[in-house]
């Protein structure tokens, strides 16, 4: 039995790891639940899964849930935390086995990197804490012996195709020394992937948000239907992997069927299969190496008509340029880029700026904003801060 502690519980991700403890209970103990302010959701996850602790971001829900599970029979234990320094402690709690992190956001990088320093079984659904401090972090996973699995759909697909030596040496590993020649992350190319480029513009946040074959909060369908995500996720599989700019290629995949693929020097192509659902992901990185019931439907091939294959139109998805840009730039323009992105979505989510203007904002902000390269956590932040102030008054020029 291992205890495990979801950052970001009421989320896409947070929700569907457990739903897989719930065909597992047998194996795994939740811990701690982590989210921000949904306090209706979090206590449902409480009535059914019972943790020791949770955490909210936000004060006001965090004395709302407390004095919600008062009235609750099988609640009136659980710890209700809402300090900031309380979701480092707890995932640097000896008891704790895996820690799941799946905040949106810059927000994760300081529990995220706090799991690694303490050696837990880190499953890494925050991509952002390898855009915005992938140096140091994979640093800190060799320091300190912990174990990173990655949770995100193509990069667990990669590293189910790679060697085990190769995945216990995350960051380390050459591809070279594996004789793998690249490595192909596969995209949707989310739901305008037919639309004319001439009628981006008039895309409506609800639009954006409907992807046509995964289930994910706002902030995230948008990223993929900019595909801004598949820019963090060419990012983040550079340090992963250690790859360079060569070694990776991006192709799309309409039916999100293969979630990527490894290319290697004999002419060989290994690939991961399944239906898109994040279970499967999921709990592959929680039974690693072993694999345990995930709860999707199996994929039928005889139902499976066609699997398409398409090259990136650069003119539709300007923010995935923007983003392989930056990641073959410098660490702190990632930083940057990230930031600025977090500004440009919310934006449009509250339609103070068109669905194509998210990359105008962006590339803004990264022509205007010059920085040293971060060292530490607190300049990362530092930059990540600076970068959102120049974002809201590029929102205010791009504005409708």
Known sequence: MKNIIILGSTGSVGCNTLSVVEQNFDKFNVYALVAKNNVDLMIRQCLIFHP????????????????????????????????????????????????????????????????????????????????????LLMEELRKNNACLLPVDSEHNAIFQNLPVSFQRSLGRASLDEYNISRIILTASGGPFFYMPVTQLSEITPKQACNHPNWSMGKKISVDSATMMNKGFEYIAARWLFNASAKQIEICLHPQSIVHSMVNYIDGSTLAQLSVPDM????AYAMAYPERITSGATMLD????????????DKNRYPCLQLAITAGNCSQSSSIILNAANEVAVEAFLCKKIRFTKIANVVEQVLDSLTTQEPSSIEEILWIDQEAKKRAIFSVDYFSN
């Open 279 to 282: 279970r499967i992901s999921i």
């Open 52 to 135: 020791k602790y949770v955490y909210m971001a936000n004060k006001a829900a965090a004395i709302k849930l407390k004095h919600d599970l008062s009235f609750k029979k099988d609640c009136t234990r659980i710890e209700v935390l809402s300090s900031s320094d309380d979701i480092c402690k707890l995932v640097a709690c000896e008891e704790v086995d895996i820690v799941m992190s799946a905040i949106v956001g810059i927000d994760g990088l300081l529990p995220t990197f706090s799991a690694v320093q303490a050696g837990k079984q880190v499953l890494l659904a925050n991509k952002e804490s390898l855009v915005t401090c992938g140096q």
């Open 301 to 312: 091939f005889v139902r499976l008509k066609t699997l398409n294959f398409y090259p990136v």
